[in-house]
């Protein structure tokens, strides 16, 4: 049973609001003496013409008699405190849970919408550094949010591979290559010869005057250098394959920049018929004084495209293509202007759509050593950043394994730190709100008994370690009759079930803001929860078989909620630790 929905159902009535108006003042009090749910009175003192306090009292004369699952409705300072029967709350909530398994906080709130999620959208023939994490572990999990909530989603990876990068690059292969190089380490020895282009270009800067030259060759279609350009994207595809697997990240499409080229003379001739292009020095370019913005770009002086004149043909096309609801762009912060100024242009021109896309930007990441920079050589690679964290992972397994798990493999603790390992590091990106920066830290990622990954697969692995437990001694709990549920009436236990209640609304809130962040809390406020539980009452040891066959229950609702959550999050639990 959804009582937040109900309780929204049974004041729409009574408030003449709409339930979106309700739903979006209802609020979870921040102390439990306030109540499980409040309804604030204020907005509608002017259309009642009464006092707040006067209103709240009304509706719970009203109310108190429709809402069975209430405990009790007390009026405090113009709310509308509801306080939800423990029992029922609880052994519904369990109930619910079992029930729904995977599928927890699962709705068809997006039947019928399609949603393009772009996100990682690495730059071809470069390394793929920690930089790219962000929006690779960000948006696969707002794309696994959208899913699990009944939107079509598209994972859309918009591949950098067009640009005046890519003369700079040809022009490096030409002068510097090494073909011995560029067949063991591909990557390695692009981003060899993309380095010295730079430093070379210092002192020689005729060199940026040939690799604009190549750029406008390349998008003419010329042979040579489309065909070193191919070479490097499909080298690249190999490289960046490897890390998503690691990931668990999969794309529906890998249209980059370049597939958007032979589509921009259609952009161009679109705007100038809405009398949109301007002559800037020899670049055609939108105005936006009114929207406070510098003039878009979409034809540079030398004729070649640019990053705009490319995304808005994207955007027709994926409008053709796919009729979108919402097109999102999870790419970071300092480029908030650049799609400001698209969407402007967009909305300029008169499409309808423009309004829904959406830009999800994000913070740096960073250690507090180094600075990233691919011009100068200086990154940090993904791929070697995941492996050191496994290989830490491992040490404290193996540490541990002697004590808690004598029968455990090499094989199965090498998996098991993978997963631990790179489930730390989605975590740590995910852990606070999206525009904050990251700063790295071993001791925190790996803390397992902190806010962490580690900490919570532990909880995971512990509530599943009681139930092997339970099934090895015969104990039945999975059909527990809801007589036996309703035993369950703790703090510790109404409290566990409270936040599983609110597992279904902390999601759709997620989605609505684009902040994985508050799912991410919830499995960790469960995972304390849990653990305090653990601590304090007897579970497998309860001597009342019904109460022990309760708790059993509600562990295994405990379990599915923080799988079900660490799943969407890209994190696989694992079953012992």
């Not at 993309?194 to 010329?222: C, I, M, N, S």
């Not at 990053?307 to 009729?323: C, E, K, Q």
């Not at 799609?339 to 507090?368: P, Y």
């Not at 925190?444 to 008994?449: A, P, S, T």
């Amino acid at each position: 049973m959804n009582f937040r929905q109900a309780i929204i159902d049974g004041l729409v009535p009574l408030t003449k609001l709409p339930a979106q108006a309700i739903s979006d003042l209802l609020e979870i009090p921040p102390q439990p003496h306030l109540g499980d749910y409040a309804f604030p009175c204020f907005t509608l003192a002017k259309t009642l013409r009464k006092a707040p306090a006067a209103i709240a009292t009304d509706l719970s004369g009203q109310l108190g008699q429709s809402l069975s699952f209430i405990d009790r409705i007390e009026t405090s300072g113009g709310y509308l405190n509801f306080f939800i029967d423990r029992a029922t709350l609880v052994s519904q909530t369990v109930r619910d849970t079992l029930t729904a398994g995977n599928q927890l906080g699962r709705s068809t709130q997006g039947e019928g919408q399609t949603i393009l999620v772009e996100f990682s959208s690495p730059n071809i023939a470069k390394p793929f550094h920690v930089g790219h994490a962000f929006t690779t572990i960000l948006g696969n999990a707002l794309a696994k949010f959208y899913q699990h909530l009944g939107y079509t989603t598209v994972r859309m990876n918009h591949l950098g591979d067009y640009g005046t990068q890519f003369g700079k690059l040809i022009v490096a292969y030409q002068l510097w290559g090494n073909e011995a190089a560029l067949q063991e380490h591909p990557i390695q020895e692009l981003l060899r010869i993309y380095v010295k282009f730079h430093d070379e270009a210092k002192e020689h800067p005729e060199l940026e005057t040939q690799a604009r030259d190549h750029f406008r060759r390349l998008e003419a279609g010329e042979a040579e250098q489309v065909a070193l350009w191919q070479r490097f994207r499909d080298l690249s595809l190999l490289e960046f394959e490897r890390v998503y697997q690691r990931l668990g990240v999969t794309f529906d499409n890998y249209n980059g920049e370049s597939f958007y080229s032979d589509q921009i003379p259609a952009v161009v001739d679109w705007l100038k018929e809405k009398n949109l292009l301007e002559d800037s020095e020899g670049a055609q370019v939108v105005r936006l004084d009114e929207k406070n913005l510098p003039p878009c770009i979409v034809l540079k002086s030398d004729g070649t495209t640019i990053y705009a004149s490319r995304d808005i043909a994207a955007v027709l096309y994926r409008d053709r293509m796919y009729h979108f609801a919402k097109n999102i762009y999870v790419v970071g912060t300092p480029q908030a202007l650049h799609f400001r100024q698209v969407f402007a242009v967009l909305e300029k021109a008169g499409f309808d759509k423009a309004s829904d896309c959406i830009h999800v930007g994000f913070g740096l990441v960073k250690f507090a050593d180094r600075k990233l920079s691919t011009r100068s050589g200086d990154v940090i690679l993904l791929e070697d950043l995941l492996s050191e964290t496994v290989d830490k992972t491992l040490e404290i397994i193996q540490k541990n394994a002697a004590l808690r798990h004598p029968d455990m493999t090499e094989r199965d603790m090498q998996e098991i730190a993978e997963k631990i390992g790179i489930g730390a590091v989605i975590f740590t990106f995910l852990k606070n709100s999206r525009e904050r920066d990251i700063v790295f830290s071993w001791e925190e990622m790996l803390d397992f008994e902190g806010d962490s990954a580690p900490y919570v697969l532990y909880t995971y692995a512990r509530a599943r370690s009681i139930l092997r437990k339970a099934d090895q001694e015969g104990i039945s709990y999975t059909t527990c009759p809801d007589a036996a549920l309703r035993l369950l009436a703790s703090d510790d236990e109404f409290a566990l079930a409270k936040l599983l209640e609110s597992f279904g609304p902390t999601l759709e809130k997620a989605v609505s803001v684009h902040e994985p962040f508050m799912l991410v809390r919830l499995i960790t406020n469960l995972a304390r929860v849990f653990n305090k539980y653990y601590h304090h009452e007897p579970i497998l040891k309860t001597s009342d078989p019904d109460l022990r066959a309760a708790r059993l229950a509600l562990v295994d609702a405990v379990s599915i909620g923080i799988r079900t959550g660490l799943d969407l999050l890209g994190i696989s639990s694992v079953e012992r630790m």
